[in-house]
């Protein structure tokens, strides 16, 4: 690691990937090849053709990594785009919009926007302020959305999963159903689970509130049911 050397750019610029201690990035930027440092810190627009490993990385701008991405903490303003499997060991913070190429795995995922992956989520904490597309599981212990645009996932399962909506329903959302900040799941399954604005086939949980907005095909409970007066629920049955 001592030999490593730093890694600064200013403006418009190439460099190859490779082994890095610290990587600072301002303007218009491309690396070549797999790239591994400490931190990278880029202010801009940065495109890595390869994959990215490092403890810390910091975006500000957008930014394309064409390979994986694996990392302890990340934290990325703008728009981002993993065209492979990222990994963020410790907390991954989303002010933006991320679009990953295969799943997602971490500790604690904070998004203030959007996150489009194109499998899988596996978390501990799954924290949204915004809207999220998951082509797959979406799987945590701990899942806290507040939606302003669409969410969609195949299927759901965590310890506690709560579900709310942070605005009011709008005119334009009357004519384009598909901008609605609804949930849209095929199965949801928790020890704990309080949904709004959700349409789903199956809800599976201990304790289970189905609040407004919601369209639910089938419940299966184990100790209690909360149902708003506005929600529609299919058939409900205690397990």
């Known amino acids: 690691m001592e030999n ?24 218009m930027t491309k690396i070549n090849g797999d790239t591994e440092c400490i931190t990278l810190d880029s202010n801009g627009t940065l ?13 500000n701008g957008t930014a394309t990594v064409e390979g994986g991405l694996s990392a302890n903490r990340v934290v990325l303003d703008g728009m981002v785009t993993v065209k492979a499997h990222a990994v963020c060991q410790d907390l991954l913070t989303v002010n933006g919009r991320l679009s990953i190429g295969s799943r997602l795995d971490g ?4 998004v203030f926007g959007s996150l489009k992956t194109r499998d899988d989520v596996q978390c501990e904490v799954f924290s ?15 899942i806290d ?20 909506r942070l605005k009011k329903f709008s005119v334009l959302e009357q004519f384009v159903p598909s901008l609605s900040a609804k949930l849209q799941a095929h199965t949801i399954e ?30 299966e409970y184990k100790n209690r049911l909360k149902r708003d007066g506005d929600a529609v629920i299919g058939t409900a049955h205690q397990i």
Do not use: W
């Open 47 to 59: 495109t890595v053709e390869g994959a990215l490993q490092s403890d810390t990385v910091s975006v």
């Open 107 to 110: 500790e604690k995922v904070e």
């Open 128 to 142: 949204v302020h915004g809207g999220f597309s998951v082509d797959g599981l979406l799987n945590a212990g701990l």
């Open 190 to 219: 928790g020890d704990e689970v309080d949904l709004e604005y959700t349409e789903a086939e199956i809800v599976r949980g201990n304790d289970v509130r189905i609040g407004p907005g919601c369209k639910i095909g089938r419940v």
């Open 4 to 27: 490593r050397s730093d890694l600064n750019l200013s403006g418009i610029g190439k460099a190859q990937g490779g082994s890095y201690s610290h990587i600072r990035l301002d303007g």
């Open 145 to 164: 959305v507040k939606m302003n645009m669409p969410c969609r996932a195949q299927e759901i399962g965590g310890e506690s999963i709560m579900i709310r």
